[in-house]
């Protein structure tokens, strides 16, 4: 099915990009696994190179998991890792490219990698910030709130969640649930397309 000339409706762009926002707080309300998973499965439609996928995410829910993160984040991080309903450690593993053959079945993309740690580096991290944007929008698309977070220690983050697998490294946390709308603040200033951007 073509999607062409189907723009979404306004209150759907509203949802998602105008009038959503990244909430510092959160309602005491619930986010299931069935919603977890709806996330992921939305999430992992968006493209990256060469179908890498190279995001691994541990998402943070029980008790104790939501103690041991708040041990590596800064001070004013820890009561929205605490009070969130879940956070999304979003990580990406340096060797992606040993998933290629399934994930790429189409020509051997994993040749174009091995034996050049520094590419997978760069490509797993930018693609692995793609997945955990493309996680924001499906969580704001399935009615939930976000509060993406880049204050914490990596390698306490690293240590404590990704020990087993030590060729994954953290990208950054985004909490996610039912936003307080008593914990944000004014909108800051976005600007507008000349201030930043050119058609040549």
Known sequence: MQFHDRP??????????NEARSYNGWLDKDVTVAQIEAIHD?????PTSANMQPARIVWVKSPDAKEKLAECVMEGNRQKVLTAPVTALIAYDIDFHEQLPWLFPHTD???????DEA???EGAFRNS????AYLMIAARALGLDCGPMSGFNADAVNAAFFADQPRHRINFICAVG???????FGRSPRPDF????SIV
């Open 42 to 46: 939305l999430m992992k439609m968006g």
């Open 119 to 121: 590419a997978r580096e």
């Open 178 to 184: 039912y936003g307080d709308p008593a914990s944000i």
């Open 129 to 132: 910030s793609l997945q955990g």
């Open 8 to 17: 979404l409706a306004p209150e759907a762009l509203d949802q998602i990009f």
């Open 194 to 197: 000349a201030t930043f951007d």
């Open 109 to 115: 993309a994993r040749s174009w990698f091995a034996g």
